[in-house]
Protein backbone atom coordinates (compact mmCIF):
# COMPACT_ATOMS: atom_id res chain seq x y z
CA UNK A 1 0.00 0.00 0.00
CA UNK A 2 1.46 3.84 -0.83
CA UNK A 3 1.86 5.55 2.14
CA UNK A 4 3.18 9.61 2.64
CA UNK A 5 3.42 10.40 5.48
CA UNK A 6 5.21 14.63 6.05
CA UNK A 7 6.48 15.90 9.17
CA UNK A 8 8.48 19.15 10.02
CA UNK A 9 6.01 21.29 10.07
CA UNK A 10 5.54 23.82 12.81
CA UNK A 11 5.42 28.13 13.43
CA UNK A 12 8.53 29.84 12.46
CA UNK A 13 9.66 33.45 12.29
CA UNK A 14 9.39 35.35 9.13
CA UNK A 15 12.91 34.91 7.89
CA UNK A 16 13.18 31.42 9.51
CA UNK A 17 14.05 28.46 7.90
CA UNK A 18 12.28 25.04 8.38
CA UNK A 19 12.84 21.25 6.67
CA UNK A 20 9.66 19.34 5.81
CA UNK A 21 9.97 15.64 5.44
CA UNK A 22 7.66 13.00 3.33
CA UNK A 23 8.35 9.04 4.44
CA UNK A 24 6.78 6.87 1.49
CA UNK A 25 6.00 3.72 1.72
CA UNK A 26 4.90 1.14 -0.93
CA UNK A 27 7.19 2.63 -3.43
CA UNK A 28 10.72 3.82 -4.21
CA UNK A 29 10.87 7.59 -4.23
CA UNK A 30 13.60 7.75 -6.36
CA UNK A 31 11.96 6.03 -9.13
CA UNK A 32 9.07 8.29 -9.29
CA UNK A 33 8.66 11.83 -10.19
CA UNK A 34 8.08 13.58 -6.76
CA UNK A 35 5.91 17.12 -5.64
CA UNK A 36 5.12 19.43 -3.05
CA UNK A 37 1.54 21.34 -3.54
CA UNK A 38 0.62 24.00 -0.64
CA UNK A 39 -2.81 24.72 0.68
CA UNK A 40 -3.07 28.20 2.29
CA UNK A 41 -5.49 28.53 5.16
CA UNK A 42 -8.67 28.77 3.10
CA UNK A 43 -7.77 28.76 -0.09
CA UNK A 44 -7.08 26.61 -3.26
CA UNK A 45 -4.18 24.17 -3.88
CA UNK A 46 -0.99 25.70 -5.15
CA UNK A 47 1.99 23.75 -6.42
CA UNK A 48 5.25 23.91 -5.12
CA UNK A 49 8.02 22.16 -6.59
CA UNK A 50 9.09 18.74 -8.06
CA UNK A 51 12.00 16.35 -8.60
CA UNK A 52 12.34 13.96 -11.03
CA UNK A 53 13.53 10.43 -10.94
CA UNK A 54 16.64 11.48 -12.75
CA UNK A 55 17.36 14.15 -10.29
CA UNK A 56 15.97 17.42 -12.17
CA UNK A 57 14.11 19.90 -9.68
CA UNK A 58 11.93 22.48 -10.59
CA UNK A 59 10.23 25.22 -8.65
CA UNK A 60 7.15 27.69 -8.91
CA UNK A 61 8.30 31.64 -8.82
CA UNK A 62 6.84 32.21 -5.55
CA UNK A 63 9.32 30.27 -3.91
CA UNK A 64 12.52 29.78 -6.32
CA UNK A 65 15.71 31.11 -5.24
CA UNK A 66 14.46 30.20 -1.63
CA UNK A 67 12.92 26.18 -1.30
CA UNK A 68 15.03 23.33 -2.60
CA UNK A 69 13.47 20.00 -2.66
CA UNK A 70 15.37 17.02 -2.43
CA UNK A 71 15.13 13.52 -1.24
CA UNK A 72 17.38 10.56 0.60
CA UNK A 73 17.05 7.22 -1.21
CA UNK A 74 18.25 5.13 1.74
CA UNK A 75 15.39 6.87 3.81
CA UNK A 76 13.41 6.40 0.77
CA UNK A 77 12.00 9.97 1.78
CA UNK A 78 11.38 13.27 0.32
CA UNK A 79 12.66 16.66 1.73
CA UNK A 80 11.40 20.48 1.13
CA UNK A 81 14.35 23.11 2.32
CA UNK A 82 12.59 26.33 3.53
CA UNK A 83 14.62 29.56 3.58
CA UNK A 84 13.97 33.33 4.29
CA UNK A 85 10.12 32.32 5.00
CA UNK A 86 7.14 34.35 4.43
CA UNK A 87 4.09 35.52 6.08
CA UNK A 88 2.57 34.22 2.88
CA UNK A 89 4.16 30.52 3.11
CA UNK A 90 1.89 29.73 5.73
CA UNK A 91 0.16 27.04 4.10
CA UNK A 92 -0.76 23.49 4.67
CA UNK A 93 2.30 21.16 2.80
CA UNK A 94 1.22 17.85 1.23
CA UNK A 95 3.70 15.79 -0.58
CA UNK A 96 2.37 14.13 -3.20
CA UNK A 97 3.69 11.32 -6.04
CA UNK A 98 3.65 12.41 -9.46
CA UNK A 99 3.57 16.01 -11.28
CA UNK A 100 6.17 13.90 -13.95
CA UNK A 101 6.05 12.96 -17.75
CA UNK A 102 5.35 9.57 -17.54
CA UNK A 103 1.50 8.69 -16.91
CA UNK A 104 -0.31 8.96 -15.00
CA UNK A 105 0.89 12.94 -15.46
CA UNK A 106 -1.04 14.08 -12.51
CA UNK A 107 -1.05 13.87 -8.45
CA UNK A 108 -1.48 10.34 -7.47
CA UNK A 109 -1.38 9.51 -3.81
CA UNK A 110 -1.03 12.52 -1.17
CA UNK A 111 -0.07 12.84 2.27
CA UNK A 112 -1.96 14.15 5.01
CA UNK A 113 -0.07 17.42 4.87
CA UNK A 114 1.70 19.35 7.78
CA UNK A 115 1.00 22.92 8.67
CA UNK A 116 3.99 25.48 8.18
CA UNK A 117 2.60 28.78 9.99
CA UNK A 118 5.00 31.56 9.42
CA UNK A 119 4.23 34.71 12.07
CA UNK A 120 6.12 36.91 14.79
CA UNK B 1 2.52 30.49 -13.68
CA UNK B 2 -1.50 32.10 -13.37
CA UNK B 3 -4.19 29.88 -12.08
CA UNK B 4 -6.36 28.28 -14.35
CA UNK B 5 -10.29 29.61 -14.13
CA UNK B 6 -12.96 27.64 -12.09
CA UNK B 7 -16.55 28.43 -10.93
CA UNK B 8 -16.37 29.59 -7.06
CA UNK B 9 -19.36 27.30 -6.79
CA UNK B 10 -21.91 24.63 -8.61
CA UNK B 11 -24.85 22.76 -7.18
CA UNK B 12 -27.34 20.38 -7.99
CA UNK B 13 -29.70 17.87 -6.67
CA UNK B 14 -29.49 13.96 -6.06
CA UNK B 15 -29.44 12.04 -9.10
CA UNK B 16 -28.61 15.36 -11.56
CA UNK B 17 -25.61 15.83 -13.32
CA UNK B 18 -23.49 19.05 -13.22
CA UNK B 19 -20.12 19.82 -15.13
CA UNK B 20 -17.38 22.31 -13.62
CA UNK B 21 -15.16 23.81 -16.29
CA UNK B 22 -11.57 25.08 -16.04
CA UNK B 23 -10.15 27.54 -18.34
CA UNK B 24 -6.45 27.86 -19.21
CA UNK B 25 -4.45 28.99 -22.06
CA UNK B 26 -2.59 27.24 -24.84
CA UNK B 27 0.24 27.10 -22.57
CA UNK B 28 -1.31 24.73 -20.24
CA UNK B 29 -4.73 23.22 -21.17
CA UNK B 30 -4.66 24.04 -24.64
CA UNK B 31 -1.22 22.59 -25.01
CA UNK B 32 -1.17 19.46 -22.86
CA UNK B 33 -3.61 16.62 -22.69
CA UNK B 34 -2.73 16.28 -19.33
CA UNK B 35 -5.37 17.38 -17.47
CA UNK B 36 -6.39 16.14 -13.69
CA UNK B 37 -8.86 16.87 -11.38
CA UNK B 38 -9.02 16.39 -7.40
CA UNK B 39 -11.53 15.91 -4.81
CA UNK B 40 -10.96 17.66 -1.28
CA UNK B 41 -13.07 17.04 1.16
CA UNK B 42 -13.07 19.50 4.28
CA UNK B 43 -9.90 18.83 6.46
CA UNK B 44 -8.58 15.86 3.91
CA UNK B 45 -6.18 16.00 1.62
CA UNK B 46 -7.00 15.63 -2.08
CA UNK B 47 -8.04 12.65 -4.05
CA UNK B 48 -7.13 12.36 -7.58
CA UNK B 49 -9.97 11.32 -9.55
CA UNK B 50 -9.32 12.12 -13.43
CA UNK B 51 -5.52 12.56 -15.11
CA UNK B 52 -5.19 12.67 -18.37
CA UNK B 53 -7.95 14.72 -19.67
CA UNK B 54 -10.47 11.67 -19.30
CA UNK B 55 -8.99 8.57 -17.81
CA UNK B 56 -10.67 7.69 -14.14
CA UNK B 57 -7.76 6.14 -11.58
CA UNK B 58 -9.23 2.73 -10.30
CA UNK B 59 -11.78 2.43 -7.85
CA UNK B 60 -12.97 5.72 -8.96
CA UNK B 61 -16.45 5.69 -10.24
CA UNK B 62 -17.63 5.76 -13.68
CA UNK B 63 -20.37 8.18 -12.41
CA UNK B 64 -16.82 10.65 -12.76
CA UNK B 65 -15.60 11.94 -16.25
CA UNK B 66 -13.21 14.48 -17.76
CA UNK B 67 -12.80 16.14 -21.44
CA UNK B 68 -11.40 19.05 -22.83
CA UNK B 69 -12.04 21.12 -26.12
CA UNK B 70 -9.32 23.86 -26.61
CA UNK B 71 -8.26 25.95 -23.56
CA UNK B 72 -11.16 24.64 -21.40
CA UNK B 73 -11.30 21.17 -19.74
CA UNK B 74 -14.41 19.86 -17.88
CA UNK B 75 -15.53 17.40 -15.03
CA UNK B 76 -18.74 15.68 -15.23
CA UNK B 77 -20.71 14.47 -12.44
CA UNK B 78 -23.56 12.33 -13.31
CA UNK B 79 -26.11 10.44 -10.75
CA UNK B 80 -25.03 13.08 -7.83
CA UNK B 81 -24.45 11.68 -4.79
CA UNK B 82 -24.50 13.61 -0.88
CA UNK B 83 -21.12 11.98 -0.60
CA UNK B 84 -19.84 14.16 -3.84
CA UNK B 85 -20.40 17.62 -2.16
CA UNK B 86 -16.73 18.64 -1.97
CA UNK B 87 -14.04 21.28 -3.42
CA UNK B 88 -13.06 20.45 -6.90
CA UNK B 89 -9.41 21.77 -8.15
CA UNK B 90 -8.09 20.91 -12.04
CA UNK B 91 -4.81 20.45 -12.41
CA UNK B 92 -2.53 20.83 -16.08
CA UNK B 93 0.84 21.06 -17.16
CA UNK B 94 2.84 23.55 -18.37
CA UNK B 95 6.42 23.24 -19.75
CA UNK B 96 8.51 23.83 -16.83
CA UNK B 97 5.74 23.59 -14.40
CA UNK B 98 2.29 22.87 -12.79
CA UNK B 99 -0.56 24.50 -12.55
CA UNK B 100 -3.88 24.36 -10.12
CA UNK B 101 -7.53 25.88 -10.51
CA UNK B 102 -8.60 28.12 -8.05
CA UNK B 103 -11.11 25.10 -6.83
CA UNK B 104 -14.92 24.98 -7.15
CA UNK B 105 -17.11 24.26 -4.51
CA UNK B 106 -20.52 21.21 -5.30
CA UNK B 107 -23.09 21.39 -3.01
CA UNK B 108 -25.42 18.84 -3.41
CA UNK B 109 -28.71 20.19 -2.65
Known amino acids: EVQLVESGGGLVQPGGSLRLSCAAS????????MSWVRQAPGKGLEWVSVIYSGGSTYYADSVKGRFTISRDNSKNTLYLQMNSLRAEDTAVYYC??????????????WGQGTLVTVSS | QSALTQPASVSGSPGQSITISCTGT?????????VSWYQQHPGKAPKLMIYEVSNRPSGVSNRFSGSKSGNTASLTISGLQAEDEADYYCSSYTSSSRVFGGGTKLTVL
Open chain 1, 26 to 33: GFTVSSNY
Open chain 1, 96 to 109: ARGGGWTTPRAFDY
Open chain 2, 26 to 34: SSDVGGYNY
